[in-house]
């Protein structure tokens, strides 16, 4: 560009592309084990899937736009990117009714939209002799829904991640790609017998405990509503210093470790009042009155027509409460210190020797802080590892946290 004295650079993009994804290989056959005895007998059977001869391929069909730009002789960066992808015909392994002889089958199962941004902007804040100072921030986010599906398909499980009460499922016809089905406690009516969003929690009378929803209802969205990065790096004279906040915001967590401790009866939780009592409150499901009973160790209560002893129903209160998904899930926020890294440049009491080019000493540590909302050990671990594409991210269930890290090098140029 010509001389401008703010935009020393800009440069603005576009870009649409279609894309083509096969099957498997011979996803399309159908194929049966191999022969073995058992006794007298020789027994085939079919494989787990079941062959697909109309299968389609996916198409996917995505465009971005965006800009680089400069500022300020190029103290100043900004690089922007807005895209939409839609893939159609997706190719998925569905679960089937085994009943048909099969558990899997690839079927063409519909579309799976993402659209999303990124940000990232840099800066030279100080550019001194001896001291410079660099910023670099990046902020993104991702929307994924699914969206038309196989008719009569509820919900989409496309892994076999499930533990505790929760399962990954996308939601299909726009719904979450990264959702949760689980189970909830039902809520009070209102005059058109809908539930009401903060009403009190209906009581089974037959049970004397909160009532269930055991329909599988959505209980979570595990999308993250934006993440982002916060990188300085400092220099002066020969020492250099620099770290990285890494942010988080929104995305729902399942603690499956809190949950399970609860189920064994582990948890701190369960060690309310002494465990000698506990407190059920809310509204008779049947009539609509207010429910309110205290369980005591030592008492006994009629439920229903049958009479239980009070540490029982303290118990079965336990159990009732672990199997409110929502008790276990938190929108989670995070701030970590992903790393530090400090090093310094011998090089300069080099110059008199021909045989040393350059060395420099660094020291790096990673993990080193977590500020979040999560009350379990570490809300960036995955249960299954991320099996299956979106897997079990989101679902915390007796993992290992990521350890703190430290290194220390020394760099040698001959």
Known sequence: MGRNPILSFGKVRASWAQVGKDANPY??????????????????????AAGNPILKPEIQHSWEIGGEFRFLRGRIGLDYTYYHSQTKNQIAQPRLAQSGGFIFSSLNTGSV????????????????????????????????????????VAYFYPTD???????????????????????SYFRELDSDSKEIADGRYQVDPNTGLYRLNTTNPVVGNRE????????NSFRYKNFNLS???????????????????????????????????????????????????????????????TAVDGKAMI???????AANSYNFITSVNWVKLRSVT???????????????????ATAMGTNLITLTNYKGMDPEVSAAGGTGGSGSTGIDYLGVPAVAGFQFGVNVRF
Not at 128 to 137: E, G, I, P, Y
Not at 315 to 321: F, L, T
């Open 27 to 48: 996803a399309t056959n159908t194929y049966v084990w191999a022969p073995y005895n058992i006794g007298n007998y020789v027994l085939v059977g079919n494989q787990w």
């Open 113 to 152: 939209i993402n659209k999303g941004m990124e940000i990232m902007l840099n800066g030279k804040a100080v550019a001194q002799r001896d001291f410079s100072w660099d910023v670099t921030l990046n902020f993104s986010y991702n929307k994924g829904r699914l969206g038309e599906f196989l008719a009569g």
């Open 161 to 183: 991640a499930q533990f505790g009460t929760v399962k990954a499922a996308s939601i299909p016809n726009g719904g979450y790609f990264l959702g949760m089905t689980g189970q």
């Open 224 to 231: 993250v509503d934006f993440i982002g990065g916060i990188n």
């Open 243 to 305: 770290f990285l906040l890494d942010i988080r915001k929104g995305g729902d967590v399942f603690n499956g470790t809190e949950y399970a401790l609860v189920v064994n009866g582990l948890s701190k939780r369960t060690l309310e009042n002494d465990r000698q009592s506990v407190t059920v409150s809310g509204v008779n499901s049947l009539t609509g009155a207010e429910f309110n009973q205290t369980y005591e160790a030592g008492q006994t209560y009629m439920i229903g027509s």
């Open 315 to 321: 118990q079965r209160y336990w159990a009732n409460y």
């Open 342 to 360: 400090l090093s310094y440049d011998f090089s300069g009491i080099l110059k008199n020797q021909k045989i040393i080019k350059g060395l420099s």
